[in-house]
């Protein structure tokens, strides 16, 4: 016996909550289902089904369910992300060919699952990330995309004109523009823009654009600056170098590496769709025997590069990092306590945007940071200081926090004589 889900939203009761409804069906072909007919000529296909079955689905009634196939649709408006996790995963494994569709507009809210499914697909679109089993559609106004245009409307809405009527667009586009939050609305629900304070940071053209050359060795000896952030022992940690300019016509060069536990290597690739066995057969990430990063490792690895190197100063992140910067300190390094909040961030996070939109600094196109520079959002007060948000940021930003670090150090140093680039030229507004 099949079934055939249908999720939504529910807000029957003054409340908001899932719903799941099902269709059984003996056979694919039509005939099976009874049809009944609306007024106004629609039609609609009915399915007595026991009471189980109807009205609204708590998820932990839903395991063991045997789905042929699942039609989750507004995935921005769940409550929660129980009802998708019970729906897709392992419900229909003993299906050969079980089919789920996820239709939805933009939401709001960047720490939820209809965000996660978002970026998933777009970064699937980019070529970011490989998933064969998923199939992703978005039509969307870009950022850069001139919200008050009638030919960005009709990118978004393919239908325009025939089944969304353009006058009644129309209508709703001149509230819109004189109500902020009516904007807002108008351009999640009519252009599928997702409306957060929150706004991927780096724009990824100018950063491609600093894929000059880093030729390693050529740096020996050369003085530099590192910002160490530690992970998890289960995920990535990040360790980049910043050499300071010669002179004006140099730029600020970046080595930056990447550990991870050798042992659940695939597992993540297969989790999290992102090429760690690629980028670690390419020599860009390092891996530690084990399943958990093995910090030992770590610190003889940056005593090698102290060998290789003249570093001056390692910033880290407090958090979780006490042993291992006393044990850099034994090695004879100056580690530097770095906060994580808008005090110690804002001027060094300014600073990168500002180096890399002159193309001032040269980063080699490393492709574990280029994707983790990707993945950054950041978050402003209201006096207009920014940090990166890791919490919004759906993806690991650990390689650019240690790069903001590093930079940081780099540029409170590298004009000893004259004073900090910040006490010359204050506050960036970006």
Not at 20 to 28: D, G, L
Not at 55 to 62: L, P, S, V
Not at 281 to 288: D, K, V, W
Request: contains cysteine.
């Amino acid at each position: 016996m099949r079934f055939l889900f249908s999720c939504s939203s529910n807000r029957k009761g003054g409340g908001k909550a899932a719903e799941v409804k099902a269709i059984q069906t003996n056979k694919v072909y039509g005939g099976r289902l009874p049809i009944r007919q609306r007024s106004g000529g629609s039609r609609r296909c009915l399915y007595k089904l026991p009471e189980a079955y109807q009205g609204r689905a708590e998820a932990y009634t839903k395991h063991g369910l045997n789905v042929h196939g699942v039609v989750f649709d507004e995935l921005h408006a769940q409550p929660n992300r129980d009802l998708y996790d019970v729906m897709l995963h392992g419900s229909g494994d003993a299906r050969k060919q079980p089919l789920f569709f996820l239709i939805t507009t933009a939401g709001t809210d960047r720490n939820f699952i209809c965000w996660e499914v978002h970026q998933k697909a777009e970064d699937i679109l980019q070529g970011r990330k490989i998933d064969l089993t998923f199939y992703p559609i978005i039509y969307s106004a870009a950022d850069t995309d001139d919200w008050t245009s009638e030919k960005v409307w009709r990118k978004v809405n393919p239908s325009l004109g025939i089944t969304v009527d353009i006058e009644k667009l129309r209508v709703v586009f001149e509230n819109a523009k004189q109500n902020p939050a009516e904007e807002n609305l108008f351009r999640q629900l009519r252009l599928n823009q997702w409306v957060k304070q929150s706004v991927r940071w780096m724009p990824m053209d100018k950063w491609d654009r600093c894929a000059f050359p880093v030729d390693a060795e050529s740096l020996r000896g050369r003085t530099c600056y590192g910002g160490l952030d530690l992970s998890s022992t289960t995920d990535i940690t990040a360790f980049v170098l910043v050499f300071p300019p010669l002179d004006e016509a140099d730029k600020y060069q970046i080595l930056p590496f990447f550990w991870i536990p050798e042992e659940n290597i695939d597992q993540r690739v297969r989790r999290d769709h992102v090429p760690y066995d690629i980028w670690e057969r390419q020599g860009f990430l390092y891996t530690t025997e084990g399943n958990v990063v093995h910090y030992g490792f770590i610190e003889t690895f940056i005593e090698e590069l102290g060998m290789k190197y003249n570093i001056k100063e390692i910033a880290f992140d407090r958090w979780g990092a006490v042993q291992m910067t006393q044990n850099l300190e034994a090695l004879g390094f100056t580690v530097v306590p770095f906060g994580q909040g808008f005090k110690d961030m804002s001027l060094p996070t300014k600073e990168l945007m500002k180096l890399t939109l002159e193309e001032r600094i040269a980063h080699g196109g490393n492709p574990v940071l280029r994707w983790m520079m990707d993945n950054i959002y950041v978050k402003t007060d209201p006096a207009g200081n920014i940090k990166p948000d890791k919490e919004k940021s759906t993806e690991k930003i650990d390689g650019a926090v240690a790069l903001i670090m590093a930079l940081d150090r780099t540029l409170r140093h590298s004009v000893e004589n004259t004073g900090s680039v910040y006490d010359e030229r204050g506050l960036l507004i970006l």
